[in-house]
């Protein structure tokens, strides 16, 4: 099974008083594309109008170059995994898997057959003859994926399929889906909020916000060069800050500090740093780093395995560190601290 490519040209869909604007995205077959966004994004609601659920007040959806705009659902040989899986819960594992292919009315060898290596591939055949009710979320997540994939569709809808899951059942299913996708080319649309599923996953992420899509490329491009302050604010880059670059956009100054950039612009613009580009210290280091700012700590936020140590230089910059950083340096609000950072960090647009 090889995917098609897909295609959506200047889509715009109306929900109650919710629109998707100018939607223009591109899938290559057998790519591998993450719509990440916030919750209220429009993001359910685009795979649906994809999916053949809602009708777009305009544009078009393109499946291996044929117009689909106007067919319905089942007429599509798109897959679609529902967030909450959608499986019926008084069918078996088996008949779950094998409901598509018997409304096609394949014969019972070539159905059995199908859903059989399906679920030997997603590990799950030792619970066909199982019901519903009794399964996991994660052997639910599987059985969602194998009724979807038996199919053999030309472009598969994943919409949330691991926010359910706890951290251990997600990392497995990640590999899961990376599995799939290395193994049956399928051409997939995958929605999250998740940025880590996105990196993890995603050739390409596109940001939608508000309706929007505020940036398409690659993960390196929009976690690290992020098109916009909102894009930059949403993908946690928190240092965000508008000011001036020098004319030899070699210096970027904010709040009457400067600090050492590379650009290619100069005069006003934005300069963003990753709070895990930032090394802070309790004296100047020396490093290749060109830029070394003394402040004052004035926030220590633990989050998981990371703690984010707001420093007042001024401006205000935020940096990721690790508790065992934390607990080596002692950190305390109040304190005076070194920042680091390489000016090669600093993305400016």
């Given at each position: 099974?090889i995917g ?45 109008t ?16 044929a ?83 038996v ?14 899951l ?54 390196e ?50 300069a ?20 070394c ?28 560190i ?28």
């Amino acid at each position: 099974m090889i995917g098609a490519p897909l295609a959506l040209e200047v889509l715009e869909v109306q929900a109650g008083a919710f629109r998707l604007v100018g939607i223009d995205l591109a899938v290559r077959a057998g790519g591998y594309l993450v719509i990440l966004g916030p919750t209220g994004a429009g993001k359910t609601l685009l795979l649906e109008t994809v999916a053949g659920l809602r009708r777009p007040r305009r544009g078009r959806i393109l499946l291996d170059g044929a117009d689909i705009t106007s067919l319905p659902p089942e007429k599509r040989n798109i897959g679609y995994v529902f967030q909450d899986y959608a499986l019926f819960p008084h069918l078996s594992v088996f008949e779950n898997i094998a409901f598509g292919l018997r409304l096609r009315r394949l014969p019972r060898g070539e159905l059995v057959r199908r859903v059989r290596g399906m679920a030997q591939l997603l590990g799950i055949e030792k619970l066909l003859p199982r019901g519903i009710e009794s399964l996991s979320g994660g052997e639910r997540q599987r059985v969602a994926l194998a009724r979807a994939l038996v199919l053999s569709p030309r472009a598969l809808l994943l919409d949330e399929p691991l926010s359910a899951l706890d951290p251990a059942r997600r990392r497995e299913l990640q590999q899961v889906l990376k599995e799939l996708h290395r193994a049956l080319s399928p051409t997939v649309l995958h929605v999250t909020h998740d940025f880590e599923e996105a990196v993890a996953l995603g050739e390409e992420v596109a940001v939608l916000l508000r309706g929007k899509l505020a940036q398409v490329g690659t993960p390196e491009e929009v976690f690290r060069r992020p098109a916009t302050p909102e894009v930059a604010e949403f993908v946690g880059a928190r240092n965000v800050f508008f000011g001036e670059v020098s004319p030899d956009g070699r210096r970027f100054k904010v709040d009457g500090k400067g600090f050492e950039v590379v650009s290619e612009l100069s005069g006003p613009a934005h300069a963003v740093v990753r709070p895990e580009d930032i090394l802070v210290s309790l004296s100047p280091i020396a490093s290749s780093a060109r830029n070394c700012l003394r402040g004052k700590v004035v926030g220590i936020e633990e989050r998981g395995p990371l703690v984010y140590v707001t420093v007042n230089v001024p401006p205000l910059f935020t940096a990721a560190i690790t508790r065992e950083s934390l607990s080596e340096l002692r950190l305390q609000e109040g304190m005076e601290v070194y920042i680091s950072f390489k000016a090669s960090a600093v993305h400016v647009f």
